[in-house]
C-alpha cells in the first residue's frame, strides 16, 4: 500500500518558533502539496511541488516556506510561527491526478 | 480559475436510507473530479475519481457518482448509508495536465439510528 508520512500528529509551538513539518512518501511520487484544513474553509493549497528542489506557491503561501531536497520528502517551513497558524496541516503526493493523502498535523500555536 | 461547491455543510441521514451530496464545479474545459472521504482525525482518502469516458462512476465502498455536464455536477450517492459512513465529505475539481485540485469546503455527514 502506498503510504504518506507526516512525522507528528500534534504539535504545540510558541509564536515566533520556527517550525518544521515533515512528510515522506514511498510510491516514488514526483508530485507533493502542503495544504491546510480549517473547518468551513475546506483545503487551501499552501505550497506544492512538482520535482525536486521545484516548487510554486498556492493559494495562502504567505508566511510559509518549503524544502523539497529529496524526492521523498517535502518540508513545510513556518519561518516565525503565529497564533494564526493554528491549524490541521496536510500533505498529499500524487499520480495522474489521485492524491494519497497523509494523516495530518494539527498544529496549536500558543 | 478552477472552483468546487459543495452547498451542504451538513447533511443528516438515518442508517439504511439513500445518500445525495452534491458538488458543483467550475471550469472551463472537460475537468478532473474526485471525491474524498475523511474519517475523524485522519487524512483524506480517495472515494471514486472522473477523469473521461462514462459518466457514471463506481468507487469504493458502495459509493457513485454521475458527471454532469450540462449542470456541472458530480454528485456522490449511496443507495443504503451504514453508521461507518458518518465522515466529512470532499469534492474536488482538477485540470488535464495539472496536478493540483481545488477542494470544495467539505459537507459532514451524520448517521442517526
Known amino acids: 500500500d502506498v503510504k504518506v508520512t507526516q512525522s507528528s500528529r500534534y504539535l504545540v509551538k510558541r509564536t515566533g518558533e520556527k517550525v518544521f513539518l515533515e512528510c515522506v512518501q514511498d510510491m516514488d511520487h514526483e508530485n507533493m502539496f502542503w495544504y491546510r484544513q480549517d473547518p468551513g474553509l475546506g483545503l487551501r493549497l499552501i505550497y506544492f511541488?512538482?520535482?525536486?528542489?521545484?516548487?510554486e506557491k498556492g493559494d495562502i503561501p504567505e508566511g510559509y516556506s518549503v524544502s523539497r531536497e529529496k524526492k521523498e520528502r517535502f518540508s513545510l517551513i513556518l519561518e516565525s510561527a503565529s497564533t494564526n497558524q493554528t491549524s490541521m496541516y496536510l500533505c498529499?503526493?500524487?499520480?495522474?491526478?489521485?492524491?494519497?493523502f497523509g494523516s495530518g498535523t494539527r498544529l496549536t500555536v500558543v | 480559475a478552477q472552483s468546487v461547491t459543495q452547498p451542504d455543510i451538513h447533511i443528516t441521514v438515518s442508517e439504511g436510507a439513500s445518500l445525495e451530496l452534491r458538488c458543483n464545479y467550475s471550469?472551463?474545459?472537460?475537468?478532473?473530479l474526485f471525491w474524498y472521504v475523511q474519517s475523524p482525525g485522519q487524512g483524506l482518502q480517495l472515494l471514486l475519481k472522473y477523469f473521461s469516458g462514462d459518466t457514471l462512476v463506481q468507487g469504493i465502498k458502495g459509493f457513485e457518482a454521475e458527471f454532469k455536464r450540462s449542470q456541472s455536477s458530480f454528485n456522490l450517492r449511496k443507495p443504503s448509508v451504514h453508521w461507518s459512513d458518518a465522515a466529512e465529505y470532499f469534492c474536488a475539481v482538477g485540470a488535464h495536465g495539472n496536478e493540483k485540485l481545488t477542494f470544495g469546503t467539505g459537507t459532514r455527514l451524520t448517521i442517526i439510528p
Open positions: 471550469y472551463g474545459a472537460t475537468p478532473y
Open positions: 498529499a503526493s500524487s499520480l495522474n491526478g489521485g492524491y494519497t
Open positions: 511541488s512538482y520535482d525536486v528542489k521545484m516548487k
